[in-house]
């Protein structure tokens, strides 16, 4: 049932309504309205008449002198201190449009399209003779809007005491969230009403390594969902993060509304700003189908074109990793058994190995002997580097130098063997949270991967991020991101950042962040578990902005298998763990499983050596957030597709409608579905594998079990 507010004015009367203009999308569906009230701006959004958004505040409040205890005895002036959201004036509009079409380096489509009309409203503050913009951009998907702070005699440089942008909505919806945090995003997926935010928000905080959970404030991109006759799927989101925190969304339960909630540094500041600048952009992106959002690329839209003028060097990759078996603690990163080492001085080749040390030469080379056999692009190594006994939880600023590896690591040897079969080394970077060794150490370790070849690297945040008192995405890290992927830039490779801040569409903008993590992975399923609908919500909130490092394929689920009585287990069929190669968009695609496990099954191994990491085309069939994503896939410059469905915790069954292939043309379709008995607790491995010739007129009917899938690939037969 949706609860509506009542008794609320839709206009104020007289003279405190000044300067209303209104914008429309190009299809004419959306409508935005901008006002000042006493001062105050205001927007609204509509939907084909009705309102999506009700009147909102706009605005941030800075520090004022004595606010807060700078270092440097420089503060800002009195009128450099005063807030920004209220005392306005409109003095001036601009307004514009655009309709272009542009190619992402790596991307769910070849083409993606930029339509929007845009407002730009100027705003004055007489009593402090200042002015700021905010402008607008109304898609045919949503609304995007931002503040722009021009320099000025007057606003030169200011801190942001909290920006107040507010999203009041006029129903209580159904909402897919996360607790709010500065440091996380690796929490559960909660469901419920806007209304129930506060009474479940306290037992969704679960403990991490970093943690910084905001009160009753939920993590963007937010799901969302008007229930009923006439449902509207709406999503919440930023775009173009860069040089400003990222930002939470306050709940206000009882009014639906939402309010902009930034990230602070250690002396609770939010921002610190030097004009000419821009915040990120607030995006609403709104559809009567839950397909259509998937399929929405405004975050994206909304960020600048590539920095980078030579992108033939950023390609997707499928690669294999010396991962999993840490993870689930049959082997470690640590080469000794020490636990207090010191970096550039202690000798390791004289500490006692521990034994379990997995990235030595001889595990490694058999990795690299099985991607080889099996057509895979690279392969990352954990825990190849010096540091590892002592890495975590001590506050340990000198903990990696990035370029010393272990004694049983023989860099070059294994480099030129990997080169020899055809495979490219992944570099592995953990910085423990400290990112200032990371930047300091960074340009020695970029020289490092390019003498030895690699043009990848996943860099690791796990801890409390030094400099002390910063956050995982407050404005310092934010910038410290970009500072690694220009030097990366720099040296041609690509990054794979993990624990960092979620993307915003900045892959546009720097096309080498190939991938992130910044949510709840597969390891996950060996730290207590993903639920199985969990798979059918990232895609609506974490993917809306980014490729994320998902890590599936996993074929033995169950930990008992390596350790008697070990209750954990992977909460997917085998056959999901397939499908998840197509409902989530992966240019660097894992096959995270160990190879002995890939061995006993190749017939559906063959799934992951064939299918696409990066794409032409992207169809999405059918979905509904917590509950299904079924999505077609042409595969990059290929006349090959592939179908990939997941269902939550319940079994369905769903027909799979070929119209999206080219008519006239024949495909060989190979199906990989659950199997008859199966069952993701208590049968998981069992798997149907069928061939049928398929044709644009053809449509396939396929049964998944509770927490399923199935897995299509489609060859034109000649």
Known sequence: MNYFKTGILPFLLGGLMLNAQNLKSPDGKFEMNFKLKNGVPYYNLSYQGQTVVEDSKLGLRLFKDGDMSFASELKPTSNEGRNLDDGFVETSEKRDSKNETWQPVLGEKKNYINHYNELAVTLDQPENKRHIIVRFRLFNDGLGFRYEFPQQDNLNYFVIKEEDTEIDFPWDMKAWWIAADYDTEEYRSQTSNISEIPAKWESSVEVNSSQTPVKNAVQVPLMLKKEGKNPLYINVAEAAVLNYPAASLEVDARNFRFKTHLTPDGQGAKGYIQTSSVSPWRTIIVSPKAEEVLASKMLFNLNEPSKIKDTSWIHPSKYMGVWWEMIIGKSQWAYSTSNNVHIGSTDFSKLTPNGKHAANNTTVKEYIDFAAANGFDGLLIEGWNIGWEDWFGHSKEYVFDFVTPYPDFDIKMLNDYAHSKG???????????????????????????????????????????????????????????????????????????????????????????????????????????????????????????????????????????????????????????????????????????????????????????????????????????????????KAKGKNEWFVGGITDENARDFTVDFSFLPKGQKYEATVYEDGKDADYVNNPQSYHIYKKVVTSKTKIPVHLVRSGGYAISLKPVK
């Open 423 to 633: 495979i490219k080394l992944i570099m592995h970077h953990e910085t423990s949270a400290s990112a200032a060794n990371y930047e300091r150490w960074a340009p020695e370790a970029f020289d490092l991967m390019n003498q030895y070849g690699y043009d990848a690297v996943k860099t690791g945040y796990v801890g409390n991020i030094i400099p002390r008192g910063e956050h995982h995405y407050s404005q310092w890290m934010i910038n410290h991101y970009y500072r690694i992927l220009d030097m990366a830039a720099d040296h041609k490779i690509m990054v794979n950042s993990h624990e960092s801040v979620r993307p915003t569409g900045e892959s546009r903008t720097y096309p080498n962040w190939i991938s992130a993590e910044a949510a709840r992975g597969t390891e996950y399923e060996a730290f207590g578990g993903n639920s199985p609908d969990h798979q059918t919500i990232l895609p609506f909130t974490r993917w809306m902005g980014g490729s994320m490092d998902y890590t599936p394929g996993i074929f033995q689920t169950r930990m008992d298998y390596y350790f008697p009585g070990d209750t954990r287990f992977v909460q997917t069929t085998l056959a999901k763990q397939l499908a998840l190669y197509v409902v989530m968009y992966m240019p660097l695609q894992m096959a995270a499983d160990l190879p002995e496990n890939y061995a006993k099954h190749m017939d559906a191994f063959q799934f992951i050596k064939d299918v696409a990491a990066d794409w032409d085309d992207t169809v999405i069939l059918a979905a509904e957030p917590g509950d299904y994503i079924h999505t077609a896939r």
